[in-house]
């Protein structure tokens, strides 16, 4: 090590944390702008057919309204798929704000009214008249499987024979789970603060997980290449809900173009239920194993919505392939398009959903055998993955088993179902294995000096609360020898390095090795450019054999020889490195993977079926936990999410409207306070050389996966009833 | 929400003829702007009665209290003398909403507070209590929460609140005023059941202003419960509520009642089945009747058909409770 004392691997509060609860981060719905309009989205009211007329005459007449913008006077924008693909886009044809007459699928926004203030705007919204025709449309994926085709997904091949390995199989369990549509709901509601310049080029305020990503897609859209710059610095939570571009942005455009003035446009709570979620499905599994609890063959279908435009996929299915040793192994992933939007990435996508069916499938499977749950899983532990052929860079689930069950104090645990009542609450034990993958995207980020010799790196990446400005200023610390406090990470801005979506659990693997190794050329440089100097006593001298402190570059063995850094800083200019890093060679003989095993206890009222979830244990092997404060909180988040899953979240369809109809926090119901117990989590360390410079996996998704499936589990262990339909409400319970 | 004017009157007549017909008194809010914001109440005026002295709770001559309309249901609940002598108003009440909501709301507008009808509250459907005629997609559509009990063809729709299921419970009288002067009306006389008007939420005429509540004397402290059951520990409304409460005489019942919520338009009772439990010993098997003839005729639709069976369970466990004390 080049420092002293690393600030990584240390439980250092949030860099930003002061600003936030001062109340001084902005959000994409707060800049204040000179002359700003406030713009409130009209949504259609039917699922399926076209507009035949709109009259807004009524909501042009109100005073202080500027216009309205429907699909007959917005300005011109593109009509190819092309231009609106982003970089989370499903295949198919992206849908296309205020295009044309056409209904796509119910709460489309067909109309921005836009006037001096929210109250206004909103007000005038309510006097809009429209005409539709309307045409049959079909929301249900229960009643429309006869729809269904084969995703366009790229799934493992059958391995072995699962059919007749199923036959033969001293143990079998073949069960079916449904999962309803989720929506992100981010506290922090979607918003665009459009500011027209002068040159009519845009700076826009967006709330996004990609401000890349949404630079492109205004540029092509709207034609405008070079002329727009996106700004993000603070996101209050998106869950993947800011990975596309949502309509609220390129509407916001429309009327700032339109009007050539400052616009803002912000969803209410209620409109965020008009853009991407978690997809409806239906999971099949099928388990086959010897009496003794050696897998023998698992077939796994997943069947899911999608909309009529686009063919939404994710991993639900390729975990029964990976996460087990078994021989025979077979996946299947069906789509049913539906009158409705596009699901979207929601955390831990597909993961959430397929990972809950395995793991249930799996304590079915255990109690079928007769076999504890958590020995069920040590027998048929691998560390190769047998879907990509590939041994794990590392894989210490073996330890989270461990570590998990003996704080949980597992072994107190009786096997039968109803075994472990207390007076009226039915007291249930279940737990559940959880997984994600590890991924690296490449990235850039820039290192400097600035005038006062403090150290500022910045990556057009975004901070959506997970911790990011907090663990980059840690990484670039450690990787430049410099205290925390003379370290500031820059992001959220379009012109920064290019950096990928924040998603998926890779920001610090991706981003954090571009910020380390941009440090780590920056200090090589100032080394190179003190060395110029005639007879440096820094001559010969390697990175290692320097040391900074209080503003000053030294060599360790004689502190005495010194230079000010400023003085560098002011004699050569500034000093500035950009570096890029893509996933390393070394990652393409190995799979790579974050796992955890939850322990979850439940109560359960014997009369009225109601479930507290009163502890839960999480043993979590993510490589190195570069902060285990901020890791910890998204272990936390995950878990409360879970129950979430479990116990709460579904987004309730009136299919005959083909609308959803509980679209607010007061009756989609998401766990309060009194809901949850003691969370307990634990970070079992990997040191893993391969998966990237640093070592660290990323901690956003692993949190949730499995949670839902310890929760049934425990369920099950406390009253005997398998409940395969989510959430596990308490008249699945009577 | 709609453009409107504002008035804030500092006395009860005052307020009273401020009325028009398209006039809505405010107080705490908590559900008239969530209306108003959603498009489903477009009142041209608002009469703030928060400068009206309806803040008290006094003790009336008869030994029961008398509680302002503006007490706040965090003031009440917490009060004293309520959680003393009413423990299952204070229970009640302390079910409902959150402490920030609580805060705000008052004892008059909680009992005018509209139904949680997913419908009703989306202006973009058809709802006969929103717009009389335009039908109601609840029958076949999503009706978990909805009513099992004195629903109609018109409306299926429940009253949400818990503070009003301890306070038919307790046989409250509510006190208005109005232009022709002040009228008491029975609690189980205030709500109503939705019928053909399902419009209407209560018994109060055009411009009517609830004043107050008084309880009577009669408190059953000794033994009472209220249970409440839901989807989730906080802030969600009544599946099914019940309000019991017991007087007994050496473990025969000398005295019954039980309002149950979350199952109808307005809290549900049944005196006459109440009065057949008295003299019989207080066990499982008369609860089990009372909860029996209380849910007779209940019918439910595609989605709350649960309810019926959960409000069984729930009568026998919180009557059983209440045996046991004040819990």
């Known amino acids: 090590m080049t420092v002293k004392t690393?600030?990584?691997?240390?439980?250092?509060?949030?860099?930003?944390g002061p600003m936030k609860v001062q109340g001084q981060a902005k959000y994409a719905g707060e800049f204040p702008l000179p002359g700003l309009l406030y713009g409130h989205i009209v949504n259609s009211t039917i699922a399926r057919g076209r507009i035949l007329h709109i009259d807004t005459r009524a909501a042009e007449a109100v005073p202080g309204i500027e216009a309205v913008l429907t699909h007959e006077n917005r300005p011109p924008?593109?009509?190819?798929?092309?231009?609106?693909?982003?970089?989370?886009?499903?295949?198919?044809?992206?849908?296309?704000?205020?295009?044309?007459?056409?209904?796509?699928?119910?709460?489309?926004?067909?109309?921005?009214?836009?006037?001096?203030?929210?109250?206004?705007?909103?007000?005038?919204?309510?006097?809009?008249?429209?005409?539709?025709?309307?045409?049959?449309?079909?929301?249900?994926?229960?009643?429309?499987?006869?729809?269904?085709?084969?995703?366009?997904?790229?799934?493992?091949?059958?391995?072995?024979?699962?059919?007749?390995?199923?036959?033969?199989?001293?143990?079998k369990v073949e069960v079916q789970y449904?999962?309803?549509?989720?929506?992100?709901?981010?506290?922090?509601?979607?918003?665009?603060?459009?500011?027209?310049l002068p040159d009519g080029t845009l700076e826009v305020y967006d709330k996004t997980q990609g401000v890349q990503n949404c630079m492109r897609y205004l540029e092509d859209v709207f034609d405008m290449e070079g002329q727009i710059r996106i700004l993000t610095p603070f996101v209050g939570g998106a869950f993947g809900s800011g990975l596309r571009p949502q309509h609220q942005l390129p509407l916001a455009v429309m009327a700032a173009l339109k009007l050539k003035r400052s616009v803002r446009v912000s969803f209410a709570r209620q409109q965020m239920f008009t853009f991407g979620y978690r997809p409806r499905s239906i999971q099949r599994l099928t388990m086959g194993a010897s009496s003794d609890g050696q897998l023998q063959a698992i077939y796994h279908q997943a069947i899911a919505q999608t909309s009529r435009f686009e063919d939404y996929t994710e991993q639900q299915v390729e975990w029964s392939g990976m996460l087990y040793k078994c021989p025979n192994v077979t996946l299947d992933y069906q789509l049913v398009p539906l009158d409705v939007y596009t699901p979207l990435d929601m955390r831990a996508p597909g993961g959430t959903i397929g990972v809950y069916a395995l793991e249930c499938a799996m304590d079915e499977l255990a109690y079928a055998a007769n076999i504890d749950p958590v020995e069920l899983r040590q027998k048929n532990f691998t560390d190769f993955n047998a879907n990509e052929g590939k041994p794990y860079s590392s894989k210490a689930l073996l330890e989270c088993y461990e570590q998990g069950a003996e704080r949980f104090g597992w072994s107190k645990r009786t096997m039968a179902p109803r075994s472990m009542q207390d007076g009226h609450q039915l007291i249930g034990w279940g737990m559940a294995t959880g997984m994600?993958?590890?991924?690296?995207?490449?990235?850039?980020?820039?290192?400097?000096?600035?005038?006062?010799?403090k150290l500022i790196v910045s990556s057009a990446t975004t901070d959506i609360g997970t911790g990011t400005y907090t663990v980059m200023t840690q990484i670039a610390a450690e990787a430049m020898g410099f205290p925390m406090d003379q370290v500031e990470f820059k992001l959220g801005d379009s012109n920064m390095a290019k950096a990928p979506l924040q998603g998926g659990s890779f920001t610090v693997s991706s981003v954090g090795s571009a910020v380390q190794k941009a440090c780590q050329e920056l200090r090589m440089k100032l080394l190179d450019t003190v060395q110029q100097?005639?007879?440096?006593?820094?001559?010969?001298?390697?990175?290692?054999?320097?040391?900074?402190?209080?503003?000053?570059?030294?060599?360790?063995?004689?502190?005495?020889?010194?230079?000010?850094?400023?003085?560098?800083?002011?004699?050569?200019?500034?000093?500035?490195?950009?570096?890029?890093?893509?996933?390393?060679?070394?990652?393409?003989?190995?799979?790579?993977?974050?796992?955890?095993?939850?322990?979850?206890?439940?109560?359960?009222?014997?009369?009225?079926?109601?479930?507290?979830?009163?502890?839960?244990?999480?043993?979590?092997?993510?490589?190195?936990?570069?902060?285990?404060?901020?890791?910890?909180?998204?272990?936390?988040?995950g878990v409360v999410w879970g129950v979430s899953q479990a116990l709460h979240e579904e987004t309730q369809m009136d299919h005959n409207l083909g609308r959803f109809m509980n679209h607010s926090l007061a009756e989609y119901h998401i766990p309060v306070q009194a809901d949850i117990g003691d969370i307990d989590v634990i970070f079992v360390e990997e040191h893993d050389e391969i998966v990237n410079a640093l070592g660290s996996k990323g901690v956003g998704e692993i949190g949730i996966v499995g949670v839902a499936a310890a929760v049934s589990n425990a369920i099950f262990h406390a009253t005997g009833k398998r409940v395969r339909d989510l959430p596990v409400t308490l008249d699945k319970l009577m | 929400m709609n453009p409107f004017t504002y008035a804030r009157p500092t006395g009860i007549d005052e307020a009273?003829?401020?009325?028009?017909?398209?006039?809505?008194?405010?107080?705490?809010?908590?559900?008239?702007?969530?209306?108003?914001?959603?498009?489903?109440?477009?009142?041209?005026?608002?009469?703030?009665?928060?400068?009206?002295?309806?803040?008290?709770?006094?003790?009336?001559?008869?030994?029961?209290?008398?509680?302002?309309?503006?007490?706040?249901?965090?003031?009440?609940?917490?009060?004293?003398?309520?959680?003393?002598?009413?423990?299952?108003?204070?229970?009640?009440?302390?079910?409902?909403?959150?402490?920030?909501?609580?805060n705000m709301a008052t004892t008059g507008g909680n009992l005018l507070q509209r139904t949680r009808c997913y419908y009703f509250y989306d202006a973009d459907t058809p709802c006969n209590k929103r717009e009389p005629g335009s039908g109601c997609p609840a029958r076949d559509g999503l009706n978990r929460i909805h009513a099992i009990l004195g629903h109609s063809e018109q409306c299926i729709a429940v009253h949400p609140s818990d503070m009003c299921v301890g306070l038919a419970a307790l046989d409250a009288t509510v006190i208005v005023k109005g232009r022709d002067g002040e009228r008491r009306i029975a609690f189980a006389d205030f709500h109503r059941l939705p019928g053909n008007e399902p419009e209407r939420d209560n018994t109060l005429a055009d411009g009517e202003l609830v004043t107050a509540v008084e309880l009577p004397a009669e408190n059953f402290s000794t033994h009472c419960a209220y249970l409440k059951i839901r989807d989730r520990q906080s802030y969600a409304f009544a599946l099914v509520s019940v309000a019991a409460a017991l007087q007994l005489d050496g473990g025969v019942i000398r005295n019954v009642r039980v309002a149950l919520g979350g199952v109808a338009h307005k809290p549900w009772r049944n005196p006459e089945a109440e009065a057949l439990l008295v003299g019989r010993p207080a066990d499982k098997a008369a609860f089990g009747e009372l909860a029996d003839a209380l849910l007779a005729g209940a019918i439910g639709f595609n989605d709350n058909q649960f309810k019926i069976e959960l409000a069984r369970r729930a009568i026998v466990r919180a009557l059983s409770d209440a045996v046991e004390g004040a819990v």
């Open chain 1, 533 to 637: 100097t005639p007879a440096s006593p820094f001559s010969g001298k390697t990175p290692d054999e320097i040391d900074f402190a209080d503003g000053w570059l030294f060599i360790k063995d004689a502190p005495e020889q010194r230079v000010k850094l400023t003085d560098i800083a002011a004699e050569t200019g500034a000093l500035e490195v950009e570096a890029s890093v893509e996933p390393g060679e070394v990652r393409d003989g190995y799979a790579t993977g974050t796992h955890s095993a939850v322990f979850v206890e439940v109560k359960v009222d014997e009369d009225t079926g109601m479930v507290k979830v009163s502890r839960v244990v999480s043993a979590v092997a993510a490589g190195r936990v570069v902060n285990p404060k901020t890791a910890s909180n998204q272990i936390m988040g």
């Open chain 2, 16 to 102: 009273v003829s401020l009325f028009t017909p398209d006039s809505r008194y405010i107080a705490g809010g908590t559900n008239l702007l969530d209306l108003m914001k959603e498009n489903v109440t477009h009142p041209e005026q608002l009469i703030d009665i928060t400068r009206l002295p309806l803040k008290d709770i006094e003790e009336t001559t008869d030994g029961g209290l008398r509680i302002g309309a503006l007490v706040s249901n965090s003031d009440l609940a917490w009060d004293a003398r309520i959680e003393q002598h009413y423990p299952l108003l204070s229970k009640a009440i302390l079910a409902g909403a959150s402490p920030q909501l609580r």
């Open chain 1, 77 to 171: 924008i593109a009509s190819y798929d092309k231009p609106y693909e982003d970089d989370d886009a499903a295949d198919g044809s992206p849908f296309r704000p205020l295009f044309n007459d056409r209904i796509l699928y119910n709460s489309q926004p067909i109309a921005l009214v836009v006037g001096e203030s929210l109250e206004l705007a909103r007000y005038a919204a309510s006097l809009i008249k429209v005409e539709y025709q309307t045409e049959e449309h079909a929301t249900d994926l229960l009643t429309n499987l006869d729809q269904m085709s084969t995703a366009p997904a790229d799934l493992p091949g059958p391995r072995g024979d699962a059919k007749q390995a199923l036959n033969n199989a001293a143990v």
């Open chain 1, 6 to 16: 690393s600030p990584v691997g240390k439980p250092l509060d949030r860099v930003d």
């Open chain 1, 436 to 453: 994600w993958e590890a991924m690296q995207m490449p990235a850039s980020a820039k290192a400097c000096i600035d005038a006062t010799g």
């Open chain 1, 178 to 196: 449904t999962t309803p549509v989720e929506h992100h709901n981010p506290m922090e509601p979607h918003a665009s603060t459009v500011h027209y």
